[in-house]
């Protein structure tokens, strides 16, 4: 049972452009959700997060929009550079958690051509 | 600052072999996270501890995957024996452990599995 669904397995934009990735999510007790950047060959890094009492987070280029209706999620990156290629995760945690346990998606790999 | 320390970096065993990772998380990181990252998946916790302590390991193998972290510093994580499903890269991360569970965890680089 997939509860955290990235179903974009690949994007590509221009350099520039807007970048917008996707994250669909089943687990209605989630309420906090962060978004993980890989390069090849690295661990995964932290990029930006949102808890579920806001419905945007912005931090530079790199922001991102809650639907709680909708259960969705969504990273767009304005405007996006070729350093941004990387393989992008979707996470969640769950309210009733006391570990703080993160729950992925199976990751999006964004290409920004130059 | 030092980040999280894995070794080793790629392993090859024949299935029924045993293998061990190692992780140093970065210093005065009382949590302590391994991970199992399928290919074509994102990562999947396997145990977490706090200090030496085990707080979650609903999604461990019990039969063939076990882990340590003695002193609470350092961790090791052992597959016996391996199957070909296990072939991942194992990826561990830690975070402060503070009061909040909200709390950022960092990566290192992993240690890539492949099972023959």
């Known amino acids: 049972d997939q509860q955290v669904k990235q179903n974009s397995p690949s994007l590509s934009v221009q350099e520039g452009r807007i970048s917008i990735l996707n994250c669909d999510y089943t687990n209605s007790m989630f309420d906090y959700f962060l978004w993980y950047k890989k390069y090849p060959a690295e661990g995964p890094t932290f990029l930006i997060s949102?808890?579920?009492?806001?419905d945007k987070n912005e931090d530079g280029r790199f922001t991102v929009f809650l639907n709680k209706s909708a259960k969705h999620l969504s990273l767009h990156i304005v405007p996006s550079q070729p350093g941004d290629s990387a393989v992008y995760f979707c996470?969640?945690?769950?309210?009733?958690?006391?570990?703080?346990?993160?729950?992925f998606g199976q990751g999006t790999t964004l290409q920004v051509k130059p | 600052e030092a980040g999280v320390a894995q070794s080793p970096r790629y392993k090859i065993i024949e299935k029924r072999q045993s293998v061990a990772f190692w992780c140093n998380p970065i210093s005065g990181h009382a949590t302590l996270y391994w991970y199992q990252q399928i290919l074509g998946q994102g990562p999947k916790l396997l145990i977490q501890f706090q200090n030496n302590g085990v707080v979650d390991d609903s999604q461990l193998p019990k039969d063939r995957f076990s882990a340590e972290r003695l002193k609470g510093v350092d961790s090791t994580l052992k597959i016996q024996p391996a199957k070909l499903e296990d072939s991942a890269v194992y990826l561990c991360?830690?975070?402060?452990?503070?009061?909040?569970?909200?709390?950022?965890?960092?990566f290192g680089p992993g240690t890539r599995l492949l099972v023959l």
């Open positions: 996470a969640a945690s769950d309210i009733t958690s006391n570990t703080g346990k993160l729950i």
């Open positions: 991360a830690s975070s402060l452990g503070g009061t909040t569970v909200r709390e950022t965890q960092y």
């Open positions: 949102i808890s579920s009492i806001k």
